[in-house]
């Protein structure tokens, strides 16, 4: 089936440094990918779709500036959290659509990170 | 946007009990599908469902689509240890679009 890569699956970083999420379609291309924010204990938030060479959707209340979103081809698509704060500290976890095999709408998700900004 | 609500919050069962999760939306839904996350995991599609009136049996999961497209059910015939997680419902319109997710309900299995 379907398989979506995501690296790394935790980080802790300081505070004002970024961070590089990755998000690989390992056997599909995908031509859209999502990236959604997952506190703990809470549903899953959409931050932006990303459309392959083209720039990211983002969602009311996520700033572009400081989630840095680059799919630059099928099968790849990264979330830079740049300047990172304690309160960017989450769960981040992509998924992409595209196969025409899946069964479903094509969702398939990635493992997840877990970053903490201390 | 399309929200979907969903209900309970939270369900402590005893093994063995029965389990039941429910989404609503005020709008009508193209399709509902339904995830599992497990602890510390990342959500693991379970089902979609489609067609109006749906029901569709996986062992012990049950999941259902109303007959209006606005509401579905997971129902969960005697629980195990290992249905311990959060079930999230979600909806997506058409296309490429994100799939919108309800804010889940937390199962706790207790032995």
């Known amino acids: 089936g379907a398989v979506v890569s995501q690296h790394p699956s935790r980080v802790i970083c300081k505070s004002g440094t970024s961070v590089k999420i990755e998000c690989r379609s390992l056997d599909f291309q995908a031509t859209t990918m999502f990236w959604y924010r997952q506190f703990p204990k809470q549903s899953l938030m959409l931050m932006a779709t990303?459309?392959?060479?083209?720039?990211?959707?983002?969602e009311q209340g996520v700033e572009k500036d400081k989630f840095l979103i680059n799919h630059a081809s099928l099968t790849l698509s990264t979330l830079t959290v740049t300047s990172a704060h304690p309160e960017d500290s989450s769960f981040y976890i992509c998924s992409a659509s595209g196969d025409y095999r899946l069964p479903t709408s094509g969702y398939t998700f990635g493992s997840g990170t877990r970053l903490t900004v201390v | 946007g399309q929200q979907v609500m969903q209900i309970p919050q939270y369900q402590h069962v005893q093994e063995g009990e029965d389990f039941t999760t429910y989404c609503n939306s005020s709008?009508?839904?193209?399709?509902i599908q339904w995830y599992k996350q497990r602890p510390g995991g990342h959500p693991v599609f379970l089902i979609q469902?489609?067609?109006?009136?749906e029901v569709k049996k996986q062992k012990r999961l049950t999941f259902q689509f109303g007959e209006a497209k606005k509401n579905s059910s997971l129902h969960i015939t005697a629980t195990q240890t290992t249905d311990v997680g959060t079930y999230f419902c979600a909806a997506w319109n058409s296309g490429n679009t994100p799939l919108v997710f309800g804010k889940g309900t937390r199962l706790s299995v207790i032995a």
């Open positions: 469902l489609v067609k109006s009136g």
């Open positions: 709008t009508t839904l193209s399709n």
């Open positions: 990303s459309n392959e060479g083209s720039k990211a959707t983002y």
